[in-house]
């Protein structure tokens, strides 16, 4: 089978397509074919071992898994012999922020892991590209209190992380002043946003108007720059560590000293994640936005492009074999 491979930490040219042999599941794992996979900021961090706390967990010198991935949707094509809750022909869908190998024709998968059937209505594609930033999306609004009323400020709003935040906040008819560029505005404008900020033309720190939580969801403001956006008692949270990694520490400050709290948002429970956003599919309140679509053997072009940081939501890898 075909498998993206790297065996050691670094930038996209250290990723080959290779021929391998293809995997065999042991007793309590399912053996899928992998139709659609995404190349997200995720996988270039577990490319590339940045930040190097990750490398606690994916590998201290080199990689623990040479072939890379982080999530899949596809068809299920064998399952172990202790397997009861998945069979042969299910589609399934499934992510592993720590790395998964499902960057291949090929991937073994364990039957307790967070993997689901994917919803009637959906293509791999589709499925492959509502996974990694609904995650991250889901575990902001999971680290605080969302009241109906509440007003929320959304930096990053057209990323994978940001075009999901914004669905989740507008289910729950919350406030949403969203912040992107002048190419995506439209696209903001169609998913809800109650306000919009061209952050090429205006500074949305500027803004007189108050807010409960400001979440950055690209990671491009900081805590002392967004202070003066919340009402007393309002929460900042950004999915970076900040320019001094100050995220991090600001939680325990801020804890203690004065009416405004930073939240950092360590994701947790994927399965959790994948319950949610399938009931928001089947409720027909949830779309992934697709930014491009890369044939897998083109899929270092692909990480190219992501590590930009300026795709608009997802970018899904398919295989040309997908039926
Ligand atoms: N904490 C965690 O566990 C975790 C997990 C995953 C990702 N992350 C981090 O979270 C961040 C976002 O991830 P993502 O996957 O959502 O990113 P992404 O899909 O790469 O998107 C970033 C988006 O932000 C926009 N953008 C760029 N500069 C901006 C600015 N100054 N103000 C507002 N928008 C701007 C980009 O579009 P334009 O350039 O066209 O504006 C792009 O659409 C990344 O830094 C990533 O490393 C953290």
Known sequence: ?????????????????????????????????????????????????????????????????????????????????NVKAFKVADKVWGFNDLGLSSQAEYMVFPEDGAMAIIPESYTYEQAAASLEGAHYAYNFMNKVNLKPGDKILLNGATGAIGSVLLQFLKYYNLYVTAVCSTKDLELIKALGADRIYDYTREDFTEDDEKYNFVFDAVGKSTFAKCKALLKPGGVYISSELGPMAQNLFLPFITKVNGDKKVIFPVPSDIKRTINFIKTLIEEEKFKPVIDRKYLFDNISEAYRYVASGQKTGNVVISFENHT
């Open 1 to 81: 089978m075909k498998a993206a491979i790297r065996r050691s930490y670094g930038s996209f040219d250290t990723l080959k397509v290779e021929t391998i042999e293809k995997p065999t599941a042991k007793d309590n794992e399912v053996l899928i074919r992998v139709y659609a996979t995404t190349v997200n900021r995720t996988d270039c961090a577990v490319l590339m071992g940045k930040p190097f706390i990750m490398r606690f967990f994916t590998g201290f010198l080199t990689p623990k898994l040479p072939i890379t991935g982080t999530d899949f949707a596809g068809r299920i094509e064998a399952v172990g012999k």
